[in-house]
């Protein structure tokens, strides 16, 4: 079982930056997908960007060019940088891992709150 805790949310102000980080238990190399999703108060949670063990991302058409996803697989853990940070990014951000084995393992981490003030 993979369990993912995210850290480094907290209060910005618009076009600041922050660093979200992911620590992922076990072998981050095993993993087939990490991703960042985010959820905002009373909307649907979104993909944000992903990244597959060979290293292919993909990224939301709201947040290219302003934020990267990165993974370091000798610290087990995830990153999400975000830069140029609007209102709109203000949401609770969750990192989610997709392993493959026999079966599909789909685990969320307990979230962390950005808030962007305008």
């Known amino acids: 079982q993979v369990q993912l805790v995210e850290s480094g949310g907290g209060l910005v102000q618009t076009g600041g930056s922050l660093r979200l980080s992911c620590a992922v238990s076990g072998s981050i190399g095993s993993i087939y997908e990490l991703a960042w999703y985010r959820q905002a108060t009373g909307k649907q949670r979104e993909l944000v960007a992903s990244?597959?063990?060979?290293?292919?991302?993909n990224y939301a058409d709201a947040v290219k060019g302003r934020f990267t996803i990165s993974r370091d697989n000798a610290k087990n853990t995830m990153f999400l940088q975000m830069n140029s940070l609007k209102p709109e990014d203000t949401a609770v951000y969750y990192c989610k891992s997709t392993l493959i084995l026999l079966k599909t393992y789909v685990n969320w981490g307990q979230g962390t709150q950005v808030t962007v003030s305008s």
């Open positions: 990244i597959l063990s060979g290293g292919t991302t």
